[in-house]
C-alpha cells in the first residue's frame, strides 16, 4: 500500500506565499508522475498541477498558472508545491495524488485558507 | 479543453437500488475515463479506470460502461456505505486532466 503523507498548509494573507509538501516511502516513487489537485469548500475537484517522473515536465491549469511551481525531489521522495501570490478563492483542501493514467493513492489533504 | 459533465447532480434512492450516474465528455476520449468516490469528510478514491475496469478491492456492485463521449457507473444494489460523491475525471489529455462536477448520491 502506498502512502502518500502531507505537510505544509494553513492560514495566509493575500499575496502571501506557502509551500506544501508530499512524502512517501514507496521506492517506486520516482517511476510515477506526481499531481495535486484541491477541493474548495463545498465545491469538487479540480487538478491543479503535473510534474513527470523525472521532474522535467510540468504541468498547470490556468487558473493558477504563474503563482504555482510544482517540483520533487526523487532522492528524497518528496514533491512540492510552491503557491506564491495567493488570492482567497485559492482557498481549498489541496490534495497530492499519483498518476498512471488515473490517480490511485492519495495523500490525506491538507487545508490551505488565504483571508486577511 | 475537454469538459466534463455528470448527471444528476444528486439523487436519492433506497438501499439494495440500482443506481446509474451519466459522465460526458465534450469531445471524444476513448476510454481514457475514471470514476472517484469521496465519502464525506474523506478523500478520494479511485473506482474505476479505463471506463470499466474495476480497481483492486473495489465492491463488484459498482460498473462504468462507455466510450467515446458517453459513460456511466452503475451500483447495482445500493448500500449505506455508498452514502457519497462521485466524480468522473477525464484522463485523456494527460498530463492534464479534467473532473467532472461530481453527483452526490444519498439514502431515501
Known amino acids: 500500500e502506498v502512502q502518500l503523507v502531507q505537510s505544509g498548509g494553513g492560514l495566509v494573507k493575500p499575496g502571501g506565499s506557502l509551500r506544501l509538501s508530499c512524502a512517501t516511502s514507496?521506492?517506486?516513487?520516482?517511476?510515477?508522475?506526481m499531481n495535486w489537485v484541491r477541493q474548495a469548500p463545498g465545491q469538487g475537484l479540480e487538478w491543479v498541477s503535473s510534474?513527470?517522473?523525472?521532474?522535467?515536465?510540468?504541468f498547470y491549469a490556468d487558473s493558477v498558472k504563474g503563482r504555482f511551481t510544482i517540483s520533487r525531489e526523487n532522492a528524497n521522495n518528496s514533491l512540492y508545491l510552491q503557491m506564491n501570490s495567493l488570492r482567497a478563492e485559492d482557498t481549498a483542501v489541496y490534495y497530492c495524488?499519483?498518476?498512471?493514467?488515473?490517480?490511485?493513492?492519495w495523500g490525506q489533504g491538507t487545508l490551505v485558507t488565504v483571508s486577511s | 479543453d475537454i469538459q466534463m459533465s455528470q448527471s444528476p447532480s444528486s439523487l436519492s434512492a433506497s438501499v439494495g437500488d440500482r443506481v446509474t450516474i451519466t459522465c460526458r465528455a465534450s469531445?471524444?476520449?476513448?476510454?481514457?475515463l475514471a470514476w472517484y468516490q469521496q465519502r464525506p469528510g474523506r478523500v478520494p478514491k479511485l473506482l474505476i479506470y479505463?471506463?470499466?475496469t474495476l480497481q483492486s478491492g473495489v465492491p463488484f456492485r459498482f460498473s462504468g460502461r462507455g466510450s467515446g463521449t458517453d459513460f456511466t457507473l452503475t451500483i447495482s444494489g445500493l448500500q449505506p456505505e455508498d452514502v457519497a460523491t462521485y466524480y468522473c475525471?477525464?484522463?485523456?489529455?494527460?498530463?492534464?486532466?479534467?473532473f467532472g462536477p461530481g453527483t452526490k448520491v444519498e439514502i431515501k
Open positions: 469531445q471524444g476520449i476513448s476510454n481514457h
Open positions: 475525471q477525464s484522463y485523456n489529455s494527460a498530463p492534464e486532466f479534467t
Open positions: 479505463a471506463a470499466s
Open positions: 510534474i513527470s517522473s523525472s521532474g522535467a515536465y510540468t
Open positions: 495524488a499519483r498518476s498512471r493514467g488515473p490517480f490511485d493513492y
Open positions: 514507496a521506492p517506486t516513487f520516482s517511476s510515477f508522475s
